[in-house]
Structures are given as structure tokens and as C-alpha cells.
T-cell receptor, first 116, second 112 residues
Framework: GAGVSQSPSNKVTEKGKDVELRCDPI?????LYWYRQSLGQGLEFLIY????????KSGLPSDRFSAERTGGSVSTLTIQRTQQEDSAVYLC??????????????FGPGTRLTVL | DQQVKQNSPSLSVQEGRISILNCDYT??????FLWYKKYPAEGPTFLIS?????DKNEDGRFTVFLNKSAKHLSLHIVPSQPGDSAVYFC???????????FGTGTRLKVLA
């Protein structure tokens, strides 16, 4: 496909379980972002990957959250020991290169996570 | 601390009229602003941007105005169409960074 894809589209889990969310960016895009949108909130920056550089993890809310990007393409966001406050829509975005980072990001449809 | 604020959670406008969506920010270091539109069950899509060296940017029916002294920007949609019904987010970044701070969004409903 031409756009950013995310899977699963919906995930319901029990408190305390681990979850993995996947993002497939647009082919050739070197920058990849993860955001979280909780109910009634804006998009909260979580983590940023750019090429082979060390990711900017400054937005991750706790050490239960981690992300990796394999081969400069697919990214996985992992939440360990999920809590109810982790319930949100998790959005992934990609953009062509650092030079484009001040311009548009292309967003995926998101994964809606519900922690019971 | 909400650095980017969209104080109107919702707005209804008649088709053909002007829609004005507002956004306020507190960080004077912000120098680049974007508007995104989001339909249900889809990711946000980029609409229009403005750099702090400008006070206006236009793209078809969409115009963004920036008032730096007031730390305020607005998005004007003229004429509004039912297909414009969506949630609109403003976002800001500072100093050429890749980090954007998003507002909470305004839900626009254009009535036919």
C-alpha cells in the first residue's frame, strides 16, 4: 500500500498483560514517529526514529514503554504490564527525511488500545 | 502545561459560510505551525502550514493566519463544505526540531 499502515486496528487486553503495536511506514521514509491520543487530549509525542541515529525517547511516559525500528523500516511499540491509563489511540507517522521534518508527517490510521 | 490550546472543542457552521478555527500557544520559541484534519477511524492528514516569518498562508479554500504578538493562529475555511466536517488539530514546533506539540482538536460540523 502507499500509506502508513498499523496493526492491529483494535486491541483489547487485560491489565498487566504486554502488548505490541506495529507500524509499517511509507517505503523510503527515514523518519518515524509514535504518538498517543487519549480521550479528550491532543496527540502526545512518544518517540522519534531518524535513520540509524539513536531514537529520541523523551516522550515515553514510563519504562513500561519501549519501541524499536528494525532495518530502518517497520517499528514496534511495546507496552509491558499494561495499565488502564494506557488506553488510547496509538498513532504512527512517517516523513521522508530530516529535511522534511518541519513539514507534513503522514499518519497511519492508528491502533485503539483498550485495557480492561 | 498545555503549550498549544484549542479552546473550542466543537464548532457548527452552515454550508457555504466561513469556518474559523482558533489555536493559541504559549511558547514564544514556536516558529512553525501546521493544521491537520482527522476523519473518524483515520489518521490525521496534513492541511496547511505557516512559518513564523509569514502572517498568512493560503491554499485554495484554506487560509491560516498567524498573529505572533498574540501567540494566536487561526484557520479559515471558505466556503465551508459538508466534507470539511472533521476534527482539526493545530501543531507547533520550535527551532527546526522534529517534535510537534499538538492541540486537543476542534470538531467542525458543516451543516448542509
Amino acid at each position: 500500500g502507499a500509506g502508513v499502515s498499523q496493526s492491529p486496528s483494535n486491541k483489547v487486553t487485560e491489565k498487566g498483560k504486554d502488548v505490541e503495536l506495529r507500524c509499517d511506514p511509507i517505503s523510503g521514509h527515514t523518519a518515524l514517529y509514535w504518538y498517543r491520543q487519549s480521550l479528550g487530549q491532543g496527540l502526545e509525542f512518544l518517540i522519534y526514529f531518524q535513520g540509524n541515529s539513536a531514537p529520541d525517547k523523551s516522550g515515553l511516559p514510563s519504562d513500561r514503554f519501549s519501541a524499536e525500528r528494525t532495518g530502518g523500516s517497520v517499528s514496534t511499540l511495546t507496552i509491558q504490564r499494561t495499565q488502564q491509563e494506557d488506553s488510547a489511540v496509538y498513532l504512527c507517522a512517517s516523513s521522508p527525511s530530516v529535511g522534511w521534518s518541519r513539514n507534513e508527517q503522514f499518519f497511519g490510521p492508528g491502533t485503539r488500545l483498550t485495557v480492561l | 502545561d498545555q503549550q498549544v490550546k484549542q479552546n473550542s472543542p466543537s464548532l457548527s457552521v452552515q454550508e457555504g459560510r466561513i469556518s474559523i478555527l482558533n489555536c493559541d500557544y504559549t511558547n514564544s520559541m514556536f516558529d512553525y505551525f501546521l493544521w491537520y484534519k482527522k476523519y473518524p477511524a483515520e489518521g490525521p492528514t496534513f492541511l496547511i502550514s505557516i512559518s513564523s516569518i509569514k502572517d498568512k498562508n493560503e491554499d485554495g479554500r484554506f487560509t491560516v493566519f498567524l498573529n505572533k504578538s498574540a501567540k494566536h493562529l487561526s484557520l479559515h475555511i471558505v466556503p465551508s463544505q459538508p466534507g470539511d466536517s472533521a476534527v482539526y488539530f493545530c501543531a507547533a514546533s520550535a527551532g527546526g526540531t522534529y517534535k510537534y506539540i499538538f492541540g486537543t482538536g476542534t470538531r467542525l460540523k458543516v451543516l448542509a
